[in-house]
Nanobody, 132 residues
Framework: QPRLAESGGGLVQPGGSLRLSCVASGFNPANYAIGWFRQAPGKEREGVSCITSRNRDTYYADSVQGRFTVSRDYSKNTLYLQMNNLKPEDSAVYYC?????????????????????????WGRGTQVTVFS
């Protein structure tokens, strides 16, 4: 069964940077829809960034556009999320997720919000805390 393992979270001051990693095992994520999501205490999970399976389009939520960058090194089966100029409201557990098979999942942005569906496999997450 495919597995995803996130790492790279930590404590950082506002304006700081972190780079998260998501290592995939059991499959090569090169052709799959895959993305980053986050959930803060008391809030619903929200989409941060997503790469589609077919067109390989990359989407970002407006809240992180221009500050966060997703990249991938498929030779290492790894997806990254470079987070710059972090703000306290970025504090959350960050997850990566992917679809069971190519074409199951989808993601898009509307009114600044990243919507997603059909992403069945999730990692355990990594905590990011931005504090003054």
């Amino acid at each position: 069964q495919p597995r995803l393992a996130e790492s790279g979270g930590g404590l950082v001051q506002p304006g700081g940077s972190l780079r998260l990693s998501c290592v995939a095992s059991g499959f090569n994520p090169a052709n799959y829809a895959i993305g980053w999501f986050r959930q803060a205490p008391g809030k619903e999970r929200e989409g941060v960034s997503c790469i589609t399976s077919r067109n390989r389009d990359t989407y970002y939520a407006d809240s992180v556009q221009g500050r966060f960058t997703v990249s991938r090194d498929y030779s290492k089966n790894t997806l990254y999320l470079q987070m710059n100029n972090l703000k306290p409201e970025d504090s959350a557990v960050y997850y990566c997720a992917t679809e069971r098979k190519v074409g199951d999942g989808s993601c898009t942005v509307s009114s600044g919000i990243l919507y997603y569906s059909g992403l069945e496999y999730w990692g355990r997450g990594t905590q990011v805390t931005v504090f003054s």
